[in-house]
């Protein structure tokens, strides 16, 4: 199983600002990772697939780097709408598909 | 427009079974592989399932192996997920999600709660 590490578990971040957050895969995924967003209450929404390609109606200002086994995903200005969890997921070994266990994105 | 929903939880207790349906919209299971992923309380994202398009293959987590099935409707356009043997541990929003473009989980519906509990 390729087990996924996200970090740091939370970040707290001023609007406006630039925040970069961090996936770890535990073996090679190529390039076989998306980026999820979750607000309370809701279904997670594709972000990035292809761990660089951004998903149907997502801003601009988020983008995601990587191959292998480390990732980013970075919000280049933080809007309020923002504020939310990120998960991480591999769609290369499978199965299982793994997530990674998320990264709050808070209000500083 | 394309969308899931999702319906069949409830409160259940140890040890019983329920079913879970998904109804798609807006495009045909036909085509696409179909997942079930589960969110227990104030934990991560974990999969759960996955049906090929051609359903002739199914796959599942370690945790659920023998006690969850996983199967599809084509002229329902339906997704299901039977779920036997039911623990606490099995409490949980479960979604169901396209793989979609690039292999990804594009699509997701809203989630139905399952809580098991004596």
């Not at chain 2, 987590?61 to 623990?87: A, C, H, P, W």
Request: with cysteine.
């Amino acid at each position: 199983e390729t087990v996924m590490t996200q970090s740091p578990v939370t970040l707290s971040v001023s609007p406006g600002e630039r925040t970069t957050l961090s996936c770890r895969a535990s073996q090679s995924v190529g390039t076989n990772l998306a980026w999820f967003q979750q607000k309370p209450g809701q279904a997670p929404r594709l972000l990035i697939y292809g761990a660089s390609t951004r998903a149907t109606g997502i801003p601009a200002r988020f983008s995601g780097t990587g191959s292998g086994t480390e990732f980013t995903l970075t919000i280049s200005s933080l809007q309020s709408e923002d504020y939310a969890v990120y998960y991480c997921q591999q769609y290369d070994n499978w199965p299982p598909w793994t997530f990674g266990q998320g990264t709050k994105v808070e209000i500083k | 427009q394309m969308q899931l929903v999702e319906s069949g939880g409830g409160v259940v207790q140890p040890g019983k079974s329920l079913g879970l349906s998904c109804a798609a919209s807006g495009f045909t299971l036909k085509k696409y592989s179909m997942h079930w992923v589960r969110q227990a309380p104030g934990k991560g994202l974990e999969w759960v399932a996955v049906i090929s398009a051609d359903g002739r293959n199914k796959y599942y987590v370690e945790s659920v192996k023998g006690r969850f099935t996983i199967s599809k409707d084509g002229s329902k356009n339906t997704l299901y997920l039977q779920m036997d043997s039911l623990t606490p541990g099995d409490t949980a929003v479960y979604y169901c999600a396209r793989e979609g473009v690039g292999r990804a989980f594009d699509i997701w519906g809203r989630g139905t709660v399952v809580t098991v509990s004596s």
